[in-house]
């Protein structure tokens, strides 16, 4: 097809040069072209990657010189250099196929590493992060620790809660107990010193005297009840008080011995006399005025103070005596109990 | 360029072989290497590539060619034209394979730069 479609036009020139060719030392076109390819391949890097291709191109072209030297221009000499243009070619893209497979296979070759590379830091992430995760157990596991701690001082606070609820529930019952059994013998109210239970003197003793009427051991009884009731640490001061009639060193006899006489009463019903103190206050802490008969009657009387012990600040048993000795400078009237 | 520089050659053939029938016969040419060589070359996808689909052309007309001379008794200018087809198609199958083989290379480059770039972050 190819040469038909340039058969019509060339021929006739084809022919011309075949005709005129046989004397002439000129290269064939082909030659031409042979030998500029050919040097083109020689002096690019493709005897590098391809020599035996370019050795076959060499020889190609040098059968094409032979036919050139024994017949310049002949069909032999133009087919050969045809043919020697192509193994030059040929040279030159053997040789690019070597290149490009060194290429491939050292991409090839990194790829791999690279690739291993990922897989090792691939790995450590997973290292590192099982380790993050090691190490949050671990705090996890601490702040456990912590909240089982707190959880136990917790419970231990709500414990000492728990008794001083309790024991506050009992003073709560001991008041409400002092207050219906000895509503008609006795005021009962509760101060800051503690709660404070006052009888009527009128009504423990006949006048000036300190020995107890028989009524009156009778209502000390019910006394005794309730503060068998209260919580047992607790010191139970007796105090007795006159008005200010007769000599002060005399009420405060008196108010003295009132006041062992109440005490000692209430030992005999069974308290602990480490429990109660007694002591005279005279004439000295009137309630009202002396001045009238009803105000001198309200001032003489025995006053029951069942007294707060500090709680928070020291144990049981300890603050009664610890008190005692406190109280004893201020008030040196007191006798001991007897 | 090289479609040009053929031609003229096979009509040089043509007409030298009419005028001076200087074809002594030997052992008879045959077609066979050159067209396993374009088969090798389609078998490669030499189709697929323009120049390589230039030179299998080349090499199936001077099959056609060197049948036509063989028929007309040029025993000798079939033999060359023959060794021409067949070194067309080689080079339409190489060429053919040089431009798969770039093209892996070049693939397998860029892969490794997609990797480099999720290893380095």
Request: hydrophobic letters at 35%; aromatic letters at 2%; proline letters at 4%.
């Amino acid at each position: 097809m190819i040469t038909m479609k340039w058969g019509l036009g060339v021929s006739p020139l084809a022919l011309a040069l075949a005709l005129s060719s046989c004397g002439s030392t000129a290269p064939s076109p082909e030659l031409v072209e042979a030998r500029r390819t050919y040097d083109q391949v020689r002096y690019s890097n493709a005897s590098q990657f391809a020599p035996a291709r370019v050795l076959t191109a060499k020889q190609a072209l040098e059968r094409a010189e032979l036919a050139h030297e024994d017949e310049p221009g002949s069909f032999e000499e133009r087919s050969l250099a045809y043919v020697a243009q192509r193994r030059a070619r040929l040279a030159a893209a053997y040789a690019d196929i070597e290149r490009s497979r060194r290429e491939y296979e050292t991409a090839d070759q990194s790829y791999r590493q690279l690739q291993e590379q990922l897989r090792i830091q691939a790995q450590r992430q997973a290292e590192e992060s099982r380790g993050n995760v090691g190490s949050m157990r671990q705090e996890l596991a601490a702040q456990g620790q912590q909240l089982r701690d707190q959880q136990q001082q917790l419970d231990a606070s709500r414990t000492e809660l728990e008794l001083r609820k309790a024991q506050l529930e009992k003073e709560r019952r001991a008041r409400e107990l002092a207050e219906k059994n000895l509503a008609e013998i006795a005021t009962v109210k509760q101060e800051a010193r503690g709660m404070v239970i006052t009888l009527e003197g009128e009504v423990l003793f006949p006048s000036g005297q300190s020995n107890l009427l028989p009524l009156a051991r009778q209502r000390l009884d019910r006394v005794a009840e309730v503060l068998k009731e209260v919580d047992s640490s607790k010191t139970v001061l007796v105090e007795g008080h006159t008005d200010s009639r007769g000599s002060e060193q005399l009420n405060m006899r008196l108010s003295l011995d009132r006041a062992n006489s109440v005490r000692e009463h209430l030992i005999s019903r069974g308290m602990e006399p480490s429990r109660l103190r007694a002591v005279g206050r005279g004439e000295q802490e009137p309630l009202v005025s002396n001045d009238s008969a009803e105000g001198r009657a309200n001032n003489r009387r025995v006053v029951l103070v069942i007294q707060n012990s500090p709680q928070d600040e020291s144990e049981r048993g300890a603050p009664s005596k610890q008190e005692g000795k406190e109280r004893a400078p201020r008030t040196p009237e007191q006798a001991p109990s007897k | 360029m090289k479609l040009v520089n053929l031609s003229p050659a096979i009509c040089a053939l043509l007409s030298s072989a009419a005028i001076a029938g200087c074809g002594s016969s030997t052992p008879p040419p045959n077609a066979v290497e050159a067209r396993s060589a374009i088969s090798a070359a389609e078998a490669t996808g030499a189709q697929s590539d323009p120049v390589a689909a230039l030179h299998l052309q080349m090499a199936k007309d001077q099959v056609r060619a060197a049948d036509e001379l063989i028929r007309e008794g040029d025993r000798d200018e079939a033999r060359l034209v023959l060794d021409r087809a067949e070194v067309d198609a080689e080079l339409a199958q190489v060429l053919t394979r040089k431009s798969e083989m770039r093209a892996r290379a070049q693939q397998a480059q860029q892969e490794i730069q997609r990797l480099q770039q999720s290893v380095q972050p």
